[in-house]
T-cell receptor
Framework: AQKVTQAQTEISVVEKEDVTLDCVYE???????LFWYKQPPSGELVFLIR??????QNEISGRYSWNFQKSTSSFNFTITASQVVDSAVYFC??????????FGKGTRLHILP | GAGVSQSPSNKVTEKGKDVELRCDPI?????LYWYRQSLGQGLEFLIY????????KSGLPSDRFSAERTGGSVSTLTIQRTQQEDSAVYLC??????????????FGEGSRLTVL
């Protein structure tokens, strides 16, 4: 069955600290996609990244980086030198070949000034 | 408009009434999704449409919920005999591709439903 687990419900860090958000997924498919979305206090969902199951290269985009490890079924997200504007709820999501996309319950991140 | 449009943005209804929520996806997007987000909670999958294929209704919580997509474009989510636990934000999203070519989801601003 398709499942996404974000075990960290809420995290608080002081500005400029690094923080890693965990995402563990379950799927029986060999072809699938993983996503991260950000939901700031304003409510709109913002796409951050998409990664397919055949590409295990880590990705870096500015202060954001993603670590995809198929061996542990994890797709973790790290924010380096966090800023107050990073405060949001972050969702990890999984799409199987059938197309259904399910989301984890999200991690609420507080960046304290 | 260029984005996903949802209406109404806010709906207050009495317990037992039926409600219809509308989603107008981005033109040309073949995939359309409905999710429900209760206060402070995650996104709960409801239903997924892909082109002319039969929809994946596996997330609909009860037979009071139904959805249709007409002409491969506009979708309507209907909740019959609403209950207080149906109160949530209902989010619609569309994507150019899905499945093995899954792409970014573009979300609407949501329809906030309050059942009194």
């Amino acid at each position: 069955a398709q499942k996404v687990t974000q075990a960290q419900t809420e995290i608080s860090v002081v500005e400029k600290e690094d923080v890693t958000l965990d995402c563990v997924y379950e799927t029986r498919d060999t072809t699938y996609y993983l996503f991260w979305y950000k939901q700031p206090p304003s409510g709109e969902l913002v796409f951050l990244i998409r990664r397919n199951s055949f590409d295990e290269q880590n990705e870096i985009s500015g202060r954001y980086s993603w670590n995809f490890q198929k061996s542990t079924s994890s797709f973790n997200f790290t924010i380096t030198a966090s800023q107050v504007v990073d405060s949001a709820v972050y969702f990890c999501a999984l799409s199987e070949a059938r197309g259904k996309i399910i989301f984890g319950k999200g991690t609420r991140l507080h960046i304290l000034p | 408009g260029a984005g996903v449009s949802q209406s109404p943005s806010n709906k207050v209804t009495e317990k037992g009434k039926d409600v219809e929520l509308r989603c107008d996806p981005i033109s040309g997007h073949t995939a359309l999704y409905w999710y429900r987000q209760s206060l402070g909670q995650g996104l709960e999958f409801l239903i997924y449409f892909q082109g002319n294929s039969a929809p994946d209704k596996s997330g609909l919580p009860s037979d009071r919920f139904s959805a249709e997509r007409t002409g491969g474009s506009v979708s309507t989510l209907t909740i019959q005999r609403t209950q207080q636990e149906d109160s949530a934000v209902y989010l619609c999203a569309s994507s150019l591709f899905a499945g093995s070519l899954a792409g970014e989801l573009f979300f609407g601003e949501g329809s906030r439903l309050t059942v009194l």
